[in-house]
């Protein structure tokens, strides 16, 4: 599948002149969040298992593993392993890539609204009933994730 040659200056790709960029997206946000939990889970298991005193603090240390696995993934490639094996990346308003900064606040929004119901609930509804499925966090940050375009931009 081609899409058309993204733009970053003007911003996001228009959902209506280039639906491309945002076919799928939301099943495809949903099968790489399956892969990062399985990534972020292999590696907190492992962290620990180094210790005995690690198996305390598994949720201690699963929050700090998913902050910085997503984190760095977002900033390095704007997209975690997951959505490059899916085939999307986020862009930040302007139709850029997360830098670090966008990439921290994309996922603390992302890790306090999976710490309460109702933004979960409100990021599903959200990412089901927009055109360019964006979750609640994508919303305030004014981000979205998109197809990977052809180009490679």
């Not at 733009?7 to 939301?26: A, K, N, T």
């Not at 972020?40 to 201690?60: Q, Y």
């Not at 979960?120 to 998109?146: E, Y």
């Amino acid at each position: 599948m081609t899409y058309a040659t993204f733009e970053p200056s003007p911003g996001l790709p228009d959902p209506d002149r280039q639906p491309g960029f945002y076919s799928g997206i939301v099943t495809k946000r949903f099968l790489a969040w399956l892969v990062d939990l399985i990534v972020v889970f292999v590696i907190t298991g492992l962290l620990s298992l180094v210790t005995i005193v690690g198996l305390f603090f598994i949720p201690v240390i699963w929050l700090v593993v998913d902050f910085c696995y997503r984190t760095v993934t977002l900033t390095n490639r704007s997209g975690t392993w997951g959505h490059r094996l899916m085939g999307i990346q986020f862009r930040d308003s302007t139709g850029r890539r997360f830098d670090l900064g966008t990439a921290g606040l994309h996922t603390l929004g992302y890790l306090l609204s999976m710490s309460f119901l109702l933004p979960q609930i409100v990021s599903v509804v959200l990412m089901l009933t927009g055109a360019r499925g964006q979750s609640l966090t994508d919303v305030v940050l004014g981000s979205a994730a998109i197809n990977r375009p052809a180009d490679g931009v």
